[in-house]
């Protein structure tokens, strides 16, 4: 930060030039998540009321929650206790954040892939992981008959699932997997976080690699047989209920209609597993505390809370992000609750769980950067262009959007000094 802004917003902060202050009795938990009111409302009388101590729950947009947090460390001293956000917020602040590696979690079973996430490419425990969203698979469980033999549906692999995809056009006539792959789909989002990391261990460095080259060419496998309206689809769930299609990709939003309609008809499992790990995208909340937290002693014990199996469901009621814990779901929770989770449980929990992390440090760029997997998507497999030809021209314009965000990489690709180099 300029120097002549950190003394501004220092300034401004030992003024008490802010709202939403807090007594010195309350630990202040600073978020960017929950801001809808009636989320920010439970996460204060159902998940933080059985905290002992006094919590003042502030969410607030991006902009808000990022000034006062540099205000507060340009002034040395602040009243922020807790900061609650997504992976990608605490990338930029990570010098600011207590290590949390002394905190005890009891006998609670914390998520090792999102542990690891939280300590930043650091030798500390810079963050822990607080909740999760992410997109699952999706079955119709007449489906299930058609498996290859020997094959677990909770730990496929995507030969398998193409083995799988191409018996059930052959038992029943026609293409049963389907795929969101119409304007409104969340396609990019598959091929970024789920096709790439399980075959080149990247999203973007090896963009172009040997290994992308291969991804794309067992895409196209999966998709002569695949239902062809899937260039129509956008969420899955219409197309289960309806029977289109038996077998699908999607994210756990966009499935929940299918799975509180008819809960007894569908499964949800694990997105396939490639050579160099089961890709996933896991949208990671986390809690963290900054170095100028007036109480640490209150505000660890509230980071600690917020793991808590039974605040993890408190917390997955009020948001409908779910826990990244181990922990058993409550029967009262809606069908799709019960269905995802299980799926979501399954997937970041695996051995070869390797997620791929939504995009960091784009900026307005972001569009830009999605649409290079969508034409990539469309040259290669709609357009049935050669796929080395379509990787090297699609990577010179990934290589200028990099540049021109001047972007680090993210997860899975290794951490890098200025943008993330496009090889």
């Not at 006062?68 to 605490?90: P, Y």
């Not at 239902?227 to 197309?239: R, V």
Request: hydrophobic share 45%.
């Amino acid at each position: 930060m300029k120097p002549f802004l950190k003394t501004t917003l220092a300034a401004l902060f030992t003024a008490g030039l802010w709202s939403g202050s807090t007594s010195a009795q309350e630990l202040l938990f600073w978020s960017k998540q929950a801001k809808p009111v009636e989320e920010a409302q439970a996460m204060r009388d159902k998940v933080l009321s059985g905290f002992e101590g006094d919590v003042d729950f502030q969410p607030n947009d991006s902009g808000p929650w990022l000034t006062r947090l540099q205000a507060e460390t340009a002034a040395g001293s602040g009243k922020i206790a807790v900061l609650g956000a997504l992976h990608g917020d605490f990338t930029t602040i990570a010098d600011d954040l207590v290590d949390l590696s002394d905190i005890d979690l009891g006998d609670t079973a914390m998520n090792a892939t999102f542990m690891a996430l939280g300590m930043l490419g650091t030798d500390e425990q810079k963050y822990l992981p607080w909740m999760q969203a992410t997109y699952v698979m999706a079955a119709n469980k007449k489906a299930l008959e058609h498996l290859p033999e020997g094959a677990d549906v909770m730990a496929l692999s995507y030969d398998q699932l193409i083995a799988w995809s191409k018996t059930m056009a052959e038992k029943t006539g026609s293409p049963k997997f389907g795929f969101p792959a119409g304007p409104k789909g969340l396609k990019h989002r598959f091929f970024q976080g789920y096709l790439y990391p399980s075959y080149t261990n990247s999203m973007v460095t090896k963009f172009a690699s040997a290994e992308a080259e291969t991804a794309w060419t067992v895409f196209k496998d999966l998709w002569a047989v695949t239902n062809p309206g899937s260039t129509g689809y956008s969420a899955m769930q219409e197309q289960l209920l309806s029977e289109e299609v038996w077998v699908a990709f999607d994210h756990t939003a966009r499935l929940a209609g299918a799975f509180n309609e008819r809960p007894d008809d569908f499964i949800a499992f694990p997105a396939p597993a490639g050579p160099t790990g089961r890709g996933f995208m896991p949208v990671v909340a986390g809690v963290a505390i900054p170095k100028t937290a007036p109480d640490m002693e209150g505000a660890k014990a509230l980071v600690a809370y917020m793991t808590n199996p039974s605040t993890q469901i408190e917390t997955l009621k009020a948001t409908s992000f779910f826990p990244v814990v181990d922990v058993e779901l409550p029967a009262d929770m809606p069908p799709a609750v019960q269905t995802s989770g299980a799926a979501i449980a399954a997937m970041s929990g695996a051995a070869d769980a390797n997620p791929g992390l939504l995009p960091v440090g784009l900026g307005d760029l972001g569009g830009q950067f999605n649409q290079v997997y969508v034409d990539a998507f469309e040259r290669i497999v709609l357009g049935g262009e050669d796929v080395r030809a379509v990787l090297d021209n699609q990577a010179e314009e990934l290589r200028r959007i990099m540049n021109e965000a001047n972007a680090p990489c993210w997860a899975p690709d290794a951490a890098s000094e200025g943008p993330c180099p496009v090889e």
